[in-house]
């Protein structure tokens, strides 16, 4: 079965100028990547059916590194070849190259003491200067071009974000978790939200054998004096967050919410702050961790008093 990416972007440019963070950030992004493969593979490739348990239609973007390093590299070649792919296979095939001034290159070499490839035994300027005239014909044909002389690498990350996410990629997966503080503190949970100052419905005979879904149990909690003010700020915090987060590149993020027992209190603001976030167009995944646990006095301490 033959492949076909909506979108085939070839990241080349000068060693050093941030090809590997270009290629990271990518993946982050959901772009399937492939790194110095050698270019007569690259029909096999294409031509490769998904792995067995993928989508058996996987048209995620494809990003093929390739540099001075690969094997059998010859540029003019190399643009030879991409233009007969796109002209006989119809694919969206771009390029972007990695520009970057020979000094700032050669401070980095200086700085990670790595060699540079085209020059094992000599000054990286000569390697520098070498490869820049034999990538002269990819930088010609790219339709993009980055200079990232005085990019970080977390600024040229966050400019191929704001480039390449598109639509569905990029997105940062959102959970929504409830669990008990008397149960443990979830693993990986990024942010923990404590709502034991709401009124606790354990202590209520007639509501204590229910949980936060129950109508009656989310309206006595509801009822708590605290509770507008406090749910309102809370939606203001991750309302404010959330973006911040996805555009910083953080795949996942997980907003934990505690109550003594984990069926209650917990188990209602979960549900309640995931329906404010689906209506400002997230789409979180909610958990209730100890949502089926019997209730126990023993757990969820005295009483207070009213």
Same mark, same amino acid.
């Given at each position: ?6 979108? %085939? ?17 990518? =993946?982050?992004?959901?772009? =399937?990547?492939?790194?110095?493969? $050698? ?10 059916? @998904?792995? !067995? ?7 995620? @973007? ?15 070649? %190399? ?10 296979? !119809?694919?969206?095939?771009? #390029? ?31 390697? %520098?200067?070498?490869?820049? =005239?034999?990538?002269? +014909? ?16 977390? =600024? *040229? ?19 929504? *978790? ?7 503190? $979830? ?21 204590? +054998?229910?949980?936060?879904?129950? #109508? ?8 708590? @004096? ?7 700020? %809370? ?6 967050? *959330? ?26 603001? #979960?549900?309640?702050? #995931? ?8 789409? $979180? ?9 019997? @209730? ?6 005295? $009483?207070?008093?009213?």
């Amino acid at each position: 079965m033959s492949r076909r990416p909506k979108q %085939i972007l070839l990241v080349t440019g000068m060693s050093g100028a941030g090809k590997s963070t270009v290629l990271r950030t990518l =993946e982050d992004l959901g772009w =399937e990547i492939v790194d110095n493969l $050698p270019l007569l593979l690259l029909n096999r490739l294409l031509d490769t059916a @998904p792995a !067995e348990g993928s989508d058996s239609d996987d048209e995620r @973007p494809l990003a093929l590194g390739i540099g001075s390093q690969t094997r059998g590299f010859d540029a003019e070649s %190399i643009v030879q070849r991409i233009k007969r792919l796109r002209e006989d296979h !119809e694919h969206n095939l771009g #390029a972007l190259f990695l520009e970057c001034a020979g000094s700032e290159l050669e401070r980095r070499y200086s700085e990670t003491r790595r060699r540079h490839p085209l020059a094992q035994d000599r000054p990286a300027i000569d390697g %520098i200067m070498r490869e820049r =005239e034999l990538l002269a +014909p990819l930088k010609q044909w790219s339709n993009r071009l980055i200079d990232t002389t005085d990019l970080s690498a977390n =600024e *040229l990350a966050q400019e191929i974000r704001s480039t390449f996410s598109g639509e569905g990629l990029g997105q940062t997966t959102l959970s929504v *978790l409830s669990f008990g503080f008397s149960r443990g503190l $979830p693993r990986n949970a990024d942010l923990v939200l404590d709502m034991r100052f709401l009124k606790n419905p354990h202590w209520v005979d007639n509501l204590r +054998p229910g949980t936060g879904q129950d #109508a009656d149990v989310a309206a006595y909690i509801a009822s708590d @004096p605290a509770y507008a003010a406090a749910i309102t700020q %809370i939606e203001s915090l991750l309302l404010l967050l *959330l973006p911040r987060y996805q555009a910083e590149g953080k795949a996942y993020v997980t907003i934990a919410f505690g109550c003594t027992g984990g069926r209650h209190r917990s188990v209602h603001v #979960a549900e309640r702050i #995931a329906a404010r976030l689906r209506h400002e167009g997230f789409s $979180p995944t909610v958990t209730h961790r100890d949502l089926r646990t019997a @209730p126990q006095d023993s757990l969820e301490g005295a $009483p207070l008093v009213a």
